[in-house]
Nanobody
C-alpha cells in the first residue's frame, strides 16, 4: 500500500507561481510512473502532467505545457509540480497519482491517489 500526501497549494495572483509536492510513504515510488491531475468545481478530474519512473519521459496537457514542470526525486520518494504563469482557470484541487497501468492521461489508470491540495488563482 502507498500513501500519497500533497502539499504546497494556496492562493496566488494570476501570473504567479506555486510549487506542489507529493510525498509517498509505505512503498518506494522509484519504479512507478507518476501523474498530476486536477479537478475544478463541477468538472471532471483532468490530466495535467506525468513522468515515467526514470524521469526520461514527461508528458503535459496542452493547457499547462510551457508553464508547468513535473519532476521527481526517487531518493526522497517525491514528485513535484512547478506551476508558473498561473491563470484563474488553473484553479482546482490538484492530486498526485501513482502506479500507472495504461493511458497516463486517464485517471482510471492510476491505483494510488493523494487527498489533493487546493490551488486558487485570483484575477
Amino acid at each position: 500500500q502507498v500513501q500519497l500526501v500533497e502539499s504546497g497549494g494556496g492562493l496566488v495572483q494570476a501570473g504567479g507561481s506555486l510549487r506542489l509536492s507529493c510525498a509517498a510513504s509505505g512503498r518506494t515510488l522509484s519504479n512507478s510512473d507518476l501523474g498530476w491531475f486536477r479537478q475544478a468545481p463541477g468538472k471532471e478530474r483532468e490530466f495535467a502532467a506525468a513522468i515515467t519512473w526514470s524521469g526520461r519521459n514527461i508528458y503535459y496537457a496542452d493547457s499547462v505545457k510551457g508553464r508547468f514542470i513535473i519532476s521527481r526525486d526517487n531518493m526522497k520518494n517525491t514528485v513535484s509540480l512547478q506551476m508558473n504563469s498561473l491563470k484563474p482557470e488553473d484553479t482546482a484541487v490538484y492530486y498526485c497519482a501513482a502506479n500507472l497501468r495504461g493511458d497516463y492521461r486517464d485517471a482510471r489508470s492510476y491505483k494510488y491517489w493523494g487527498q489533493g491540495t487546493q490551488v486558487t488563482v485570483s484575477s
